[in-house]
């Protein structure tokens, strides 16, 4: 059984659009839940659906810079040590978002939580739209793998 390397994998075309894919899934099931909070419930729950969704899509692209920029600094392409190269400043901004991302969130629950502008209950599914939109592409993916073993009569 041949098993590729990661930088075969990472050259993938498949994996190159994973990001463009998890984004366009994820607006899909975000249309198809506003659709069902505009019919059974407020605009309370609809806008904090959106504003918890716009939190995920920054906390995701954040994450995603920072993992990134983490993984391009140790190709090995000279010097690899954290200790002899020092952070370079488009490496402290993306520090800087992601401990951002942890402050945003904190701060708009805190603020849902003491003034009551958006429901709560809509705010934390839109924070969790991009984990559904993980999870739909995990069991696409399951899926896809076992019919297509049952067809070559591994199953």
């Known amino acids: 059984m041949f098993l590729p390397n990661s ?5 993938d075309s498949y994996y190159q659009n994973f990001e463009r894919r998890l984004t366009r899934l994820s607006l899909g099931l975000g249309l198809v839940i506003v659709s069902v909070l505009l019919i059974f419930a407020s605009l309370r729950a609809v806008f904090g659906f959106i504003a918890g969704s716009i939190l995920s899509l920054y906390n995701f692209l954040w ?4 993992v990134d920029r983490l993984l391009a600094r140790f190709q090995p392409s000279g010097s690899n040590d ?4 020092g952070w370079r400043r488009g490496e402290r901004r993306v520090v ?4 951002m991302r942890f402050a945003l969130i904190g701060g708009s629950l805190c603020a849902i939580f003491r003034y009551q502008i958006l429901d709560v209950k809509a705010f934390a599914l839109g924070l969790f739209l991009f984990v559904m939109a993980v999870l739909a ?4 993916q399951v899926t896809k793998t076992l019919i297509e073993d049952w067809d070559r009569g591994r199953a």
């Open 7 to 11: 930088s075969q994998l990472l050259l």
């Open 63 to 66: 994450l995603k810079q920072a």
């Open 82 to 85: 954290v200790s002899t190269v």
């Open 96 to 99: 800087f978002k992601y401990f």
């Open 137 to 140: 592409e995990c069991i696409y």
